[in-house]
């Protein structure tokens, strides 16, 4: 299995070849700017917010010694607020600085309560800590069974899909089966934690740059706090140091108040959270609890499932609704169900109000109907692997066994090839066979080897937010400028944007310039998120490039007397009419002419709609695929699990930059084992986290990996659809790759039981031991 990237067959120009990311060298020398390496101005102020120290309650607070404390410029409250005091991205229940009148209602532990501005940061921490409160703490709702037991109340009403009749189809099954699976949260814990940085400028207008996924969401909240229309708001991002879905919507508080201090000081400011701080007010992966009912044969098919899915939501909305959306469309994975329930509730508790991360539930929902094919497997004491090939989306199947549970067509279904080319590859059924011998012998180390899918699909779930702007510009000396509404956060979206502008003028790439994310450039932007970043905002730079190349051909073919005919750009030349051009030549002379070099493009994804009263329609445009086989071991003595092996086969379709999409698919595994195995968030009973910083929260470090790490990509894949470049998203489908290391793990824990045991995630140590003493 290849471990380099390699190009594709019958690439032309620089698209489809393995081209470095852009600021690959920047990372690794410190030369890449990042919003807090900034040249500060002399006037900068620096804003610590002061924050609830427990969950649930009433405080009053003196802030009199805060205001004299050295350094001191101005405190802010709610009262301080101009315009709305809220920042809630979709519904506005999230209150901005909640202390008003000298008192607060204390909702979660983390919540800003007001905004300490000062010359300096030091200043401003230690002026936060002067401040006298007098606290009412009352009982938390903390955990979900927490805010079950007490019917506590919902952030978004309880909703269903279904498809079939499963209640009846499991009680006529041959076999039937029932459980319960808890899956943890995930911190996103991005190098860069969350930081703003506002400008002042005249007419109430306001420069904001923040470390954010959706600048445009930024931009109308930063305008709304100040109670101003968005134009006088700017937005800008360069890049990010690291998003994961954590700055979709969860960087908008730092700049709101960044601006609120900027606008009352009339000075620029600076809100930088550390890490600790950052934990503790941010939103995090959502986590669930998962109970499910299945009916089966003695093949393996399922005949009925039924899941219910309660979600852990925190104390407003937030993105919540869409998230718990996407983990119920994603209760299939690559499965055909002939009857499927699927329902969700979403439950508020005095916690941070989680929010989108890598999958945005889909990790959850497939997390879900695999812990079914296991249990399944388990009851018929046969491979997993031979339950989940009986029940596959087959693209050879009647279209009735190609429909999901919401009604959508799997068009493309190509999970079964990848699976079979992924067992030959991986020599699965040999190293299985050797596994089982191999653990007869060994009393305390024991191994598990296991084959997971992956089908995800593609599209804003919100259908109105599939819609990308751009801005390019021709310059006399041939040079072109880009500028689009995707948010580089390391991903390698500027670099596939910029090959499809070179490629779309026939220029070498060194030709083509990234400019930061501006929301003065191009307006009403959606989050860079959905993995659809590359695919939307590179169609919408291919449509600019189109009218400007109209132009050019259109201005060649009237001087010269001819018909344009076939138009061709390519090797930095245009041909026109049987006639070769420079393209710098023919630029400089379009100028001359008063023709245009500069335009917009758009692009608004096709095919997709939703009806959310009868649960149907065409959410995505299309699936990703992807599958890897994971062997890992476990110590029966301390629970500690390590992985072995990782053989990984993922579908990029005609991948844009296989450099690229060969890091994102190791990397998403990697994140998703972190999910699956090490990274566990525990709150106390009171409602504190208490795993808010590296000392007690472990993320994946290198010696984590794979000892034998063999990552692919699946070279027949070609998008059936027209994406761009009949590429296919590759930012968080692999995520889900590591579904298998977490079943591996499984496997091993069984060997050792003498029996299958549920696992819980993350399996961390104490869990494998758990699951270990049944």
């Known amino acids: 299995m290849p471990d380099e990237p390699v190009e594709i067959a019958g690439a032309t120009g620089v698209v489809h070849r393995p081209i470095r990311h852009d600021s690959g060298d920047k990372h690794v020398t410190g030369r890449a700017i990042y919003a807090d390496d900034i040249p500060e101005p002399a006037a900068l102020l620096h804003v610590h917010i002061g924050i609830a120290t427990f969950a649930r309650g009433r405080l009053t607070a003196d802030l009199s010694p805060v205001r004299a404390a050295p350094g001191v410029v101005t405190v802010l409250t709610g009262d301080d607020v101009p315009g709305e005091n809220n920042v809630g991205p979709v519904k506005h229940d999230e209150i901005m600085l909640a202390l008003m009148g000298g008192a607060a209602e204390v909702v979660l532990e983390g919540q800003a309560l007001f905004a300490v501005v000062a010359t300096s940061r030091r200043a401003a921490r230690a002026a936060a800590k002067l401040a ?41 099954a041959p076999r039937r089966i029932s459980g319960r699976m808890k899956i943890g949260g995930q911190e996103h814990f991005a190098l860069e934690s969350q930081i703003a940085v506002a400008t002042p400028g005249e007419d109430d207008d306001m420069h904001v740059v923040s470390s954010n996924q959706h600048p445009s969401e930024c931009q109308e909240v930063v305008a709304r706090v100040l109670g101003t229309p968005n134009n006088a708001v700017t937005v800008e991002v360069r890049r990010l140091g690291g998003g994961f879905g954590g700055k979709e919507t969860q960087g908008n508080l730092c700049a709101a108040v960044a601006a609120l201090a900027a606008r009352v000081t009339g000075r620029p400011a600076k809100v930088r959270l550390d890490r600790d701080d950052d934990f503790v007010m941010t939103g995090k992966r959502h986590d669930f609890i998962i109970d499910y009912e299945a009916g089966f044969d003695e093949t393996g098919r399922l005949h009925g499932v039924s899941f219910v899915q309660h979600a852990r939501c925190g104390w407003s909305l937030d993105l919540s609704r869409a998230i718990c959306d996407r983990a119920m469309f994603h209760a299939d994975n690559a499965y055909f169900i002939p009857a499927l329930d699927v329902v969700s509730h979403r439950w508020r508790t005095n916690t941070v109000s989680n929010t989108a991360y890598r ?250 709609h939703w009806d959310r009263e009868s649960a149907k329609g065409r959410p995505f445009y299309y699936f990703a695929y992807g599958a890897a086989v994971t062997e890992a071991a476990i110590d029966t003595l301390t629970g500690e699990t390590r992985l072995l092996r990782a053989d990984i086969l993922h579908d990029c379709g005609r991948s844009l930059n296989p450099a690229v999409d060969l890091g994102q698919i190791e990397g998403g595994y990697i994140q998703g084992c972190g999910w699956l195995l090490t990274e566990e968030l525990v709150w106390s009973k009171d409602g504190r986290l208490t795993t808010h910083a590296p000392s007690t929260y472990k993320i994946p470090c290198a010696s984590d990996r794979p000892i034998d790490f063999r990552a692919g990509i699946w070279g027949p894949g070609e998008n059936r659809e027209l994406a761009i470049r009949r590429s296919k998203a590759v930012g968080e489908p692999p995520f889900m790759l590591a579904i298998s290391a977490h079943q591996a793990v499984a496997a091993a824990v069984a060997a050792a039981a003498g029996g299958w045991r549920p696992l819980d995630a993350p399996a961390t140590p104490e869990c494998v031991l758990t699951a270990l003493a049944g």
């Open 132 to 172: 006298v409160i007098d606290a009412t703490p009352a009982t938390p709702i903390v955990s979900i069974e927490d805010a079950i037991a007490a019917d506590a109340d919902k952030v978004d009403e309880s909703y269903r899909m279904s498809q079939g009749d499963a209640a009846a189809a499991i009680a006529a």
């Open 359 to 608: 999958g945005f539930g889909g990790p959850q929902g497939m997390v879900g109907i695999e812990r079914v094919i296991e249990h399944v497997a388990a009851d018929l004491g046969v491979d997993p692997l031979q339950v989940r090939r009986a029940n596959l989306y087959r693209a050879s199947a009647p279209a009735a066994e190609r429909m999901t549970h919401y009604g959508m067509e799997v068009e493309d279904a190509v999970a079964a090839p990848i699976i079979d080319d992924l067992v030959a590859r991986s020599d699965y059924v040999r190293r299985r066979a050797e596994i089982a011998e191999w653990n007869e012998t060994s009393p305390v180390l024991k191994r598990g080897i296991a084959l997971t899918p992956v089908k995800f699909g593609i599209s804003f779930t919100t259908t109105f937010l599939n819609q990308a702007g751009a801005l390019v510009h021709v310059y006399k000396d041939g040079s072109v400028m880009i500028n689009h509404g995707g948010i580089e956060m390391g991903q390698g979206v500027y670099i596939k944007v910029a090959q499809v502008a070179a490629d779309a003028f026939g220029v070498p790439l060194e030709d083509v310039k990234i400019t930061a994310t501006r929301t003065d450039k191009v307006p009403n932007t959606s989050a860079t998120a959905a993995s659809s970043g590359a695919d939307m905002n590179a169609m919408a730079v291919q449509d600019a490039c189109d009218r400007i190349k109209a132009r050019l051909v259109a201005f060649a073919a009237e001087r010269a007397g001819v018909e344009p005919g076939a138009a061709r750009f390519e090797g930095g030349t245009v041909t026109v009419g049987g006639t070769r051009h420079g393209f710098g030549t023919l630029v400089r002379d379009a100028y001359m002419a008063r023709v245009s070099l500069s335009s917009t493009g758009y692009y608004a994804t096709p095919k997709i």
